[in-house]
DNA sequence: AGGCAGATGATACCAGGTCTCATCTGCGAG
DNA sequence: CTCGCAGATGAGACCTGGTATCATCTGCCT
């Protein structure tokens, strides 16, 4: 089963309508290479000769990020992105500021951590959000630059 | 020397000049308990029959930024706030998600921990960003919700 | 096959932030 | 002390990302 019927699944599982405009965001969120923004995928959407209304994007995007199928983050340069992720098991991001691609961190000790800082401070602490921003591997090899616009979209 | 001096001072010693616009800024950046968004700045400047222009507002908190007197939360409703914070130190907050106020919290082990992620994941890691969110002590204790609206601005 | 809950796209709207520009002023040189 | 100008300001246009509304359409269960 590849990445997009896995989308579409979720999207079925949780009682949703499959319908064209969110199988396309199933396929265009899992074709691409790191992280994307609503406008991203229309413009892709647009590429392939299809229309979709941006209220759309947006809601599928909100509906794969309850359903922690992607991911939004808070960029540095204070813009904000969707990736894609795995929605089974609590992680953060690593993400390359170059290129976008992300990987995913398992929380691992993380969690200690955090418990901890709520019980010096007397917090409660509900959730927390930890994301890594440096250059991947691919990016620091190459060094170009050229990365960004190449990797857009392609094979999974 | 109280907290509106030394953000005074954050701009002197960075070279900006001493306006009344900034001294303003200064002073209700001080003034605030919990975090707060351009928008409120704006607010209690009108509540003290001074004007102050939205870009200047902006202006002056971007400064702050740099000067790393504020720092920007990106909150888990998807909104964004501002808080008072230490700028000798790196360190994260943790923000109570009623009142907004937050504390600063030490780096401590998340330096090492961070660095063992971009490690062992080939990445060079620049940036990272921790935020936590949870009830503070005094949310927990008196459970009403009203603190939100009682704490905007006290002395500090 | 039929009906309707649910989904869609167009469009208006909103918040938060940035840009431009004409005007004003803090402050260092003289 | 006063003068001049770099730097700061406010007004308002503009932009981006996101939400709300609403009439129309369609997937899907019966
Ligand atoms: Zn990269
Ligand atoms: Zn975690
Ligand atoms: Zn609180
Ligand atoms: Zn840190």
Do not use: W
């Amino acid at each position: 089963m590849d990445q997009t019927t896995r989308i579409v699944r979720a999207f079925e599982d949780a009682g949703y309508q499959t319908t064209p405009s969110r199988r396309l965001m199933a396929e265009l969120v899992a074709g691409s290479r790191g992280h994307f923004s609503a406008a991203d995928l229309q413009d892709r959407a647009r590429q392939r000769r299809a229309k979709v209304g941006r209220a759309t994007v947006f809601r599928a995007l909100e509906l794969l990020t309850s359903l922690r199928v992607v991911e939004r983050l808070d960029l540095p340069n204070r813009s904000h992105a969707y990736v894609l992720c795995d929605p089974d098991e609590h992680h953060h991001h690593l993400v390359c500021s170059r290129c976008g691609r992300s990987v995913d961190v398992a929380d691992g000790e993380l969690a200690r951590l955090v418990d901890e800082i709520g019980r010096r401070n007397g917090y409660r602490i509900e959730t927390h959000r930890l994301e890594l921003f440096g250059i991947c591997p691919l990016c620091a090899g190459a060094g170009t630059g050229a990365a960004v616009a190449a990797d857009r979209e392609g094979p999974a």
